[in-house]
């Protein structure tokens, strides 16, 4: 029970952690937020599902996410990108919007395209480093394959920049 106590404490201080930088960015900025991750914990095969570590992790995202009303949700056309999405786009009310992973150039148009508010994207450990400089934030360090932690929060200038933010959520990633 300890145990769990502490993990929700965790969870509350995160959330908390995630809704500040985007709150400040979002009025700073008209409104224009992308969070982004890679897809939760996989299972082994060609298009795998979420482990059960993985479905926990995409259940705490909707939970980091609760402070931000989400006003699209991207996912690629693999099973774990669309699993790890699910359970924030269905908070939301909203139907993920499928998008193929390699085209991370018409991703960014798309979201600098859509509305103000808060955009989620889970991608891979490929193209989440590229979206967000395609989105014109500064590069971020490669995602391990091992890591299923990063939450980036990337704010779209009206200019056309963008600055980011790396966070963690959900358990840490094992060393490795």
Do not use: W
């Not at 600055?163 to 990633?173: E, M, S």
């Amino acid at each position: 029970m300890r145990r769990l106590h502490t993990t929700v404490v965790a969870l509350c201080a995160l959330a908390a952690a995630v809704s500040a930088p985007v709150e400040a960015n979002a009025q700073t900025t008209g409104g224009r937020v992308v969070v982004l991750v890679r897809h939760a914990e996989k299972e082994a095969g060609d298009d795998p599902a979420l482990t059960p570590d993985g479905a926990a992790r995409a259940r705490t995202l909707v939970h980091v996410l609760s402070g931000r009303r989400l006003e699209a949700v991207y996912v690629s056309e693999f099973r774990r990108t669309r699993d790890t999405g699910a359970p924030a786009a269905d908070a939301a009310g909203l139907t993920p919007i499928v998008v193929e992973a390699r085209d991370v150039e018409g991703l960014a148009r798309a979201i600098r395209a859509g509305a103000a508010g808060t955009t989620l994207v889970v991608g891979h450990s490929n193209t989440v480093p590229a979206l967000i400089s395609a989105l014109g934030a500064p590069p971020v360090p490669e995602i391990p394959e091992s890591a299923y932690d990063d939450l980036f929060v990337v704010t779209l200038s009206p200019q056309g920049g963008a600055d980011v933010v790396r966070l963690k959520y959900g358990a840490p990633t094992p060393p490795g």
